[in-house]
C-alpha cells in the first residue's frame, strides 16, 4: 500500500552526482572567454606647443607671440616664449618643457621652473634641450606649487 522510498541520503547524493558534471561543463566553457581588451579612443585635438593645465591660467595669461626657436652653436635647440599676466596681480607660475625629434620621439622633459609674471608686464620665458636631435617642443605652464 505504501510504496517504498529511497532514504533521503541516497537521493542527495544521486542528484549531486548528476549535478557535479553539469556544473563543471558551464565553468569550462567560461574559461575559454576572452574578453577583448580596451582600446584608447582617438584625442580629436592635436597637442600644441604652448598648454594650460587649467582654463584658469589660460585667462589670466597672454602670450604675445609665437614662440621664438634657435639654435646654438652646438645644435641645442633654444625656446623663448613671451607670456605676461593679463590680470592686474602678480603670477607665480611654473613651465616645464618637453622636447621631440623629428619622429616627435619625446627625448627630454626639462624640470619645473618657476617664475613670478608682473601685472600686465611683458616677460619671456625660456628653456634649452641638451640635445641636437630636437626639433619640436610642448611647453606646459600652471599654477606655482
Known sequence: MFKKSKPLAITLL?????????????LMGGCNDVRPTYVGRADPYSPRQIQFTSEELQNDTAISGAPILSRDPSGYLHVTVPIRSAIDKDLH???????????????????????????????????????????????????AK
Open 14 to 26: 544521486g542528484s549531486m552526482t548528476f549535478c557535479l558534471p553539469v556544473a563543471a561543463i558551464g
Open 93 to 143: 607660475i611654473d613651465y616645464q618643457t618637453q622636447f621631440f625629434d623629428t619622429q616627435g620621439q619625446q627625448i627630454e622633459t626639462t624640470e619645473w621652473h618657476t617664475v613670478v609674471l608682473p601685472a600686465n608686464t611683458p616677460q619671456q620665458v625660456s628653456d634649452t634641450c641638451t640635445s641636437p636631435a630636437a626639433a619640436n617642443f610642448q611647453m606646459t605652464f600652471r599654477y
